[in-house]
């Protein structure tokens, strides 16, 4: 897959897609239906399959101080985009000059003259240009009189609730991984690369991969069954294992943070990307009297976690 960032220049062979257009936070079901449409669209026009997404997400361009909200960093976004054998990921920069354009002018100058689409899908819930001040309606009649294909896609429901970003978020608020699943299509996934953290995992005979989660929305604070994706490195492969999630109460407040134990591995993940998805939860976090109660209840917890991974 081939990553674009600037609309401004983009090379001949970029051009010319059937791309679905939206943030794609999370790529969930709603999202993947969106870009089966555009799938089937790039097959009958003998098109490369795009997406156009926008980096950093706009919530976040213009209120860099709200709390995190993310469900995917970018990386974690291309990453599935990829696995669902998209071709033209358009990731533009979103700036001054792009928050700036009109309706029309987002139509004209990136749709049309930056990036040659040849047809775009976006859901019926669909906001553009400067202000959101265009819809989807809108983005229909400049495709009729700018040369371009449009389809607005229906929004999807899940037992008549919508499938959204907000409510994948508010069931992982609640420790509900698995009903997120159900909307996303997929596990939820954290992605990033594996940074230092204090060492006491490895010293408790627990040593874990330390993952930030600075940026994304945090789901339920606790322990949860998880897989985890060795994406870079030698140890590159998949794994059964358990992780904690929060603040490691038992050692004074700390920067939240996914801690990552993979059951059945040795070898160092320093500096590796992994990609680590929230199977079961499984409890809170929890202050201990001693680090034997605590090492007690770690084992608990990872002989829980195999028998939930037994039993997928």
């Known amino acids: 897959m081939r990553i674009v960032r600037d609309w401004q220049f983009v090379e001949a062979e970029d051009r010319g897609a059937s791309a679905a257009i939206g943030n794609f936070d999370g790529v969930h079901r709603g999202h993947q239906y969106v870009i089966e449409i555009a799938r089937a669209n790039a097959a009958q026009t003998s098109a490369p399959l795009g997406v156009m997404t926008f980096e950093p997400h706009p919530r976040e361009y213009f209120a860099p101080k709200a709390p995190p909200f993310r469900l995917m960093n970018s990386e974690a976004r291309a990453h599935r985009l990829e696995w669902l054998g998209v071709e033209k990921l358009y990731e533009l920069s979103f700036n001054d000059t792009l928050s700036a354009l009109t309706p029309r002018d987002f139509a004209a100058r990136v749709i049309v003259d930056g990036l040659g689409l040849n047809h775009v899908v976006v859901g019926e819930d669909f906001h553009f240009g400067k202000g959101r001040a265009g819809d989807a309606g809108d983005l229909v009649e400049f495709g009729r009189t700018l040369g371009f294909g449009v389809t607005v896609a229906p929004l999807m429901h899940d037992t008549g609730e919508e499938i959204s970003s907000t409510a994948i978020r508010q069931a992982l608020t609640e420790g509900r991984p698995g009903d997120a699943a159900r909307m996303l299509g997929h596990w939820h996934r954290i992605d990033g690369k594996v940074i230092r953290g204090d060492q006491r995992g490895r010293d408790l005979g627990y040593p874990t991969a330390n993952m930030s989660i600075t940026g994304l929305h945090p789901p339920r604070f606790g322990v949860y069954v998880v897989k985890v ?84």
């Open 229 to 312: 994706d060795v994406l870079t490195g030698p140890h590159a492969g998949s794994y059964g294992g358990a992780a904690s999630l929060g603040v490691r109460p038992m050692f004074g407040e700390n920067l939240p943070n996914l801690e990552s134990y993979l059951f059945d591995f040795k070898g160092d993940l320093y500096d590796a990307h992994l990609s680590v998805a929230l199977i079961d939860y499984l409890r809170p976090e929890e202050k201990f009297d001693s680090l034997e109660a605590l090492i007690a209840q770690m084992d608990a917890d990872c002989a829980k976690a195999r028998r939930v991974l037994a039993a997928m």
